[in-house]
């Protein structure tokens, strides 16, 4: 869909061009060796002295692993993720390995990890949307999770369905027009908040 | 350098296998519109509702924004920062817009930010190195941070230089292999902890 590009003022990889989050996914299942290869770039994220908190646990559709995490979305999300062919919930370890000393950057690191996860979808032709509301409580209890590990997020991932699908609130930002803030709301020099001479008009 | 490419046993994006952290950068500088599409691709990253939470400051080496960075890294991220052209201080938005209430993946999604503009760097042919270890209250001090945001991150970027500007202890873990944790380690299904099918030997 043309209308989601990216509308950029400097081009950029087309694989982050045409990114977005669908809500509408074709029931087309994903090829198992497509998600090998996501889970791949995914496991070669950068992360703090190499911690790699990322953990992951996959549901496709039809499997118990699937609908276990569906009931551990928020009501709202399961609304239109019961479209998508594959489930993920995200987990990051809270500690650095063999200690109990926090890692404090576990929760941008694995951010990181879903982020590379994303571009090698793009790569092959799959959509992600990602969740921030699930219930933790029930994805802790569901999949009996250890107490170094936070439940964190949920993704879908499938193919782009028909937006036709959706209920009409949800049509329309599937529809609409991307936005972001403009580069001197987030890029600064000098002082937070100053604008960069990098974007000067 | 043929060594830091990731050993992957399925095929991923080239920009996500040859993607390191280095810790020598040559002295050239970065051109201008390179930052510009870096900081293009970290903008039209995905957050939860769109929130956006990322907020970055710049120096370029010789300026005094690239100082007060340098000041709040820790000592050993000092001594090879110093080498790089470009210094980034991260820093996450800890509430909702408009709003107090926290926003509970702000940092996953700044983290997410990070990756898009690291994605972006390998296609200018720049590294970028994330660092964890930075002096938050310096932070805040050298950049007058409102408290609605917290220090998270910096990072260096250039092109890559040679390893023997390093100091030993640097140099050897500049020219060793990477190395990940197996997919049974942080895939599941079913259960935490329970490895995937996915994956079978």
Request: glycine share 4%.
């Amino acid at each position: 869909m043309k209308n989601k590009e990216a509308k950029t003022k400097y081009p950029i990889h087309p694989n982050l061009k045409k990114r977005w989050s669908p809500r509408a996914f074709d029931e087309k299942p994903v090829e198992k060796d497509k998600i090998r290869r996501l889970f791949e770039a995914l496991r070669w994220t950068p992360s703090s002295y190499n911690q790699q908190p990322w953990r992951l646990i996959i549901g496709f559709k039809g499997d118990e692993t699937y609908t276990l995490i569906m009931d551990a979305l928020s009501s709202r999300n399961q609304s239109w993720a019961i479209n998508a062919p594959v489930l993920i919930a995200v987990f990051g370890r809270k500690f650095q390995n063999n200690s109990e000393d926090n890692n404090k950057v576990y929760q941008f690191d694995v951010g990181q990890s879903m982020a590379y996860l994303t571009v090698q979808a793009m790569e092959e032709n799959l959509y992600v949307h990602q969740m921030a509301g699930i219930k933790p409580e029930k994805m802790v209890e569901n999949f009996e999770v250890p107490v170094q590990y936070k439940p964190l997020t949920a993704a879908a991932i499938g193919y782009i369905g028909d937006p036709e699908i959706l209920p009409e609130n949800m049509y329309d930002s599937e529809i609409a027009e991307r936005t972001r803030f403009d580069f001197d709301e987030i890029i600064f020099s000098g002082k937070f908040g100053r604008k960069s001479s990098l974007f000067e008009k």
